[in-house]
């Protein structure tokens, strides 16, 4: 696949959902769009984490290009099982392929939206040069926002393509109340095994410890209250 072919496939993800969805219900060029989607993901992943990594700079920048791929890929084919067997339970239609080629578009709209994040991210971090507590809680926050909304971006994408494959047949919808919730809970808990984004530190992941809820809850009390 050439460069034009796989910006105009990306673009396409973004502005011509609906051909992207008959495609997947007519089971056409499942396996170009599993192998464009990760690709895209991985690529822009790479750079959002590269990105990331230069707050604390070093081994950083390398580790966090590797983390977020990372996390994206494995937080949604981890959950993949799970939507495919309750959809089916529960009287979806969708084959393991197209459920696939589903997830792997929605989860390369999600890294597009993070890419699109990439200039506010670089202005926040080049306009706040100190690294203090307060700058290293608001660049962590700032992050766990656009991420959030790029989440539900995808989520969103998922949404629509459930409803746009199955048509009349909305058996599926408790399936993607109950797939959704443990998206969340995986991609939350991948990211903070992942950690540490923001600081240096020669290990690739920290020691486990805690969960990524009561952490996000610590850092806005400290920042709020100090402590």
Known sequence: MNREVFFETIARYIQARESVYQDIKDKSNITEHLITSTLATVLFGLLYGMVMGTYAGGIQIFYDAIKIPLLLLVAVYV??????VLNGILGGE??????????????????????????????????????????????????????????????AYLLQGFNRLHGENKKWIPAMVIG?????????????????????????????????????????????FGG
């Open 180 to 224: 959704t919730g443990v998206l969340a809970f995986v991609g939350t808990q991948l990211a903070w095994v992942l950690r540490p984004y923001f600081h240096l530190s020669l290990d690739f992941i920290a020691p486990p410890s805690g969960n990524f809820y009561i952490a996000l809850f610590g850092l806005i009390a400290r920042l709020l």
């Open 94 to 155: 969708l084959s393991f392929r197209q459920m696939a080629a589903l997830f792997a578009v929605s989860i390369t709209a999600m890294a597009t939206l993070l890419i699109s994040f990439l200039p506010v991210t670089l202005f926040f971090m080049f306009t706040t040069p100190e690294r203090t507590f307060s700058s290293y809680a608001f660049t962590v926050l700032l992050n766990v926002f656009f991420f959030t909304i790029s989440g539900f971006t995808a989520v």
């Open 79 to 84: 959950s993949l099982p799970t939507f495919f």
